[in-house]
């Protein structure tokens, strides 16, 4: 089974899970994966990391720090763009676990906790500093997982989520529990959708034009640029998206379209680790 990654979406309705290459949107009321996933990163999240995330950090503004080997990069889910990176960790977050991070969660407190391996760091959201010095998950998490612990979310019920090889823990943050709620560590498929599967290839009527619109934004994802914006291509057609033809003025603003189909800015100076609070 492919390690597991997730984060919880800003406005606490969806989370999103991430294995391998692939992904799925989870419906956080309904207890769910949403229909038609799983989906490819490549073909949904233009600029991110193909495979093989390590972690995801949500901040405060809505972006997410994303975690593979000893790179990250910052993430705006919203517009599908890359705010910032891939750079080294260690630029980014000095004093952090520089590669290897399998976990993070950001905790009511405002501190947030990264783990790698046996390990775990503390960085402090007052004072913007990461503790110098790592300590052991045995000593500091009760009942939780002391190794290997592949991601961590704050979940909208007030409770933190830990996942490991097919398994799962609900740990009470409230400083007078803090520890693993009694009965867990408990079962994967608890989480409906989860482990994720294969990518989702719909089963449609051949040659009807529902089944072009519903299968050709995963077939073409893979093979252009996602434009939040109106452009010109190549032969001078106003579109939109993912390929998408604006085949009437009536659809589009008074104002002359962007010229040729460069990308949209992904790269728009540097973010410091503020939005935490």
């Known amino acids: 089974m492919d390690k597991l990654c997730g984060f919880v979406t800003a406005a606490g309705d969806k989370a999103y899970f991430f294995t391998g290459d692939r992904y799925v949107r989870y419906d956080v009321k309904n207890d769910r994966v949403d229909e038609g996933y799983p989906l490819t990163i490549a073909g949904q999240w233009p600029g991110l990391f193909t495979e093989g995330i390590d972690a995801a950090l949500p901040t405060g503004d809505g972006s997410v720090f994303f975690f593979r080997a000893d790179q990250c990069l910052r993430y705006d889910p919203e517009n599908n763009a890359v705010l910032d990176g891939p750079r080294p960790i260690a630029e980014v977050w000095p004093g952090l676990f520089t590669a290897g991070i399998d976990a993070v969660v950001k905790w009511p407190s405002g501190n947030v906790y990264f783990f790698s391996g046996q ?96 299968t050709f934004p ?16 190549i032969l001078g057609l106003v579109t939109i998206g993912i390929g998408n033809l604006v085949d009437s003025p009536d659809y589009a603003p008074a104002r002359p379209p962007t010229v040729a189909r460069s990308p949209p800015d992904t790269n728009r100076g540097q973010h410091s680790r503020g939005g935490f609070q």
């Open 218 to 233: 995963g077939f073409s994802s893979p093979l252009e640029n996602r434009i939040p914006y109106l452009y010109q291509d």
């Open 119 to 214: 390990q775990y760091q503390r960085y402090d959201g007052e004072t913007d500093t990461v503790d110098p010095e790592p300590a052991f998950i045995a000593d500091d998490w009760p009942g939780l997982f002391t190794a290997g612990i592949e991601t961590a979310l704050l979940w909208p019920d007030g409770y933190a989520y830990f996942f490991r090889a097919g398994q799962y823990s609900r740990y009470d943050p409230d400083p007078d529990v803090d520890s693993v709620v009694e009965g867990y560590p408990r079962d994967l498929a608890d989480w409906s959708g989860l482990p994720i599967g294969p990518v989702v290839i719909p089963e449609v009527p051949a040659g009807s034009a529902l089944s072009v619109r519903e």
